[in-house]
């Protein structure tokens, strides 16, 4: 049985994997995230592997809780990054209220796009035997929103932990007018292509 570590706290991705039925461990990884790409599809794909690598590091009990498991694909740590990309713009999560008051700004009546990056890391009980990593775009058509609309959007706390300052899935939905892609991905993470790219690599994860 594969077992499959998310490093990740975010609750929205531990929803998604849930709600497609994978069952797994949480370990959140806990480095600064650091950004030295300027393009958002490789700077979502750099913070994502950070995040898997970080984790796979930890794992010390391998050999202790799963020595009868032999193969790369017993063991997948999964890193994630979402970011929002508008006018060549990364944003990531608002630093303070002002933060998100500018982010929102920008966003508002226009299309930007969302960036998930996915990192999957494979163990065996030599330590990592490999990793895969790609990401998945949407694009996301926000209504015109007033000064006021966004200050008391802001003054609900949601967007203060959300790239970009706002949650499709939360509040911000009202002001959401189309999307063009895969809506979990904007959550956080874009189910339908992690189950296809492990496919590809002849991965099936509820075995």
Same mark, same amino acid.
């Given at each position: ?5 998310? /490093?990740?706290? %975010? ?15 949480? !370990? ?9 790409? $300027? ?10 592997? +950070?995040?898997?690598? *970080? @984790?796979?590091?930890? @794992? ?9 498991? @032999? ?13 929002? /990309? ?9 630093? =303070?209220? *002002?933060?998100? &008051?500018?982010?929102? %700004?920008?966003? $508002?009546?226009? %299309? ?9 890391? &494979?163990? =065996?009980? $030599?330590?990592? /035997?490999?990793?895969?990593? &790609? ?22 706390? *949601?967007?203060?932990?959300? +790239?970009?300052? #706002?949650?499709?899935?939360?509040? !911000?939905?009202? #002001? ?5 892609? =895969?809506?979990?991905?904007? @959550? ?20």
């Amino acid at each position: 049985m594969i077992q499959i570590i998310l /490093a990740s706290a %975010s609750p929205r991705r531990r929803e998604l994997l849930e709600q497609i039925g994978l069952t797994f461990e949480v !370990c959140p990884a806990k480095g600064e995230e650091i950004i030295t790409k $300027s393009a958002p599809e490789e700077a979502v794909q750099e913070l994502a592997r +950070a995040k898997a690598r *970080e @984790v796979a590091s930890m @794992v010390r009990q391998y050999g202790v809780r799963h020595g009868e498991l @032999v193969t790369p694909q017993d063991m997948i740590v999964i890193g994630a990054d979402t970011v929002v /990309a508008a006018d060549g713009q990364i944003l990531g999560k608002p630093g =303070d209220e *002002e933060d998100a &008051f500018g982010m929102l %700004s920008l966003l $508002s009546g226009r %299309s930007h796009a969302v960036y998930t990056g996915v990192a999957l890391v &494979f163990l =065996d009980q $030599s330590g990592r /035997a490999g990793e895969h990593v &790609f990401y998945e775009k949407t694009i996301v058509s926000m209504r015109e929103m007033s000064e006021k609309e966004i200050r008391r959007y802001i003054a609900t706390g *949601e967007p203060m932990d959300k +790239a970009g300052a #706002y949650g499709i899935q939360g509040k !911000c939905a009202i #002001y959401i007018d189309k999307i063009d892609g =895969d809506y979990n991905n904007v @959550v956080g993470l874009p189910v339908a292509a992690l189950y296809r790219e492990l496919k590809k690599l002849g991965i099936d994860p509820y075995e």
